[in-house]
């Protein structure tokens, strides 16, 4: 499990909670994330499930989830 905070000028703006699920059942090297993405400002959640290779490290995670938010946002 893991959380990411983003604040602004010490308000809070966005919440990620996120978790490993385990090794995708697709095989290789990458494991399924589940994530709850929250806006506070807006009041909004967006749930998803994505894929990443533990070993590139939590930065392209995240980023990986922002992308995913924005795409479903965009929708």
Same mark, same amino acid.
């Given at each position: 499990?893991?959380?990411?905070?983003?604040?602004?000028?010490?308000?809070?703006? /966005?919440?990620?909670?996120? $978790?490993?699920? %385990?090794?995708? =059942?697709?095989? @290789?090297?990458?494991? +399924?994330?589940?994530?709850?993405?929250?806006?506070?400002?807006?009041?909004?959640?967006?749930?998803? /499930?994505?894929?990443?290779? $533990?070993?590139? %490290?939590?930065? =392209?995670?995240? @980023?990986?989830?922002? +992308?995913?938010?924005?795409?479903?946002?965009?929708?």
């Amino acid at each position: 499990m893991f959380t990411v905070e983003i604040r602004i000028n010490g308000s809070l703006i /966005i919440h990620i909670y996120g $978790r490993n699920y %385990g090794k995708s =059942p697709k095989g @290789g090297s990458e494991y +399924e994330y589940g994530y709850e993405y929250y806006s506070p400002e807006l009041h909004k959640v967006v749930k998803g /499930i994505i894929l990443h290779d $533990r070993d590139a %490290g939590v930065n =392209p995670l995240i @980023g990986k989830i922002l +992308e995913d938010v924005r795409k479903k946002e965009a929708k």
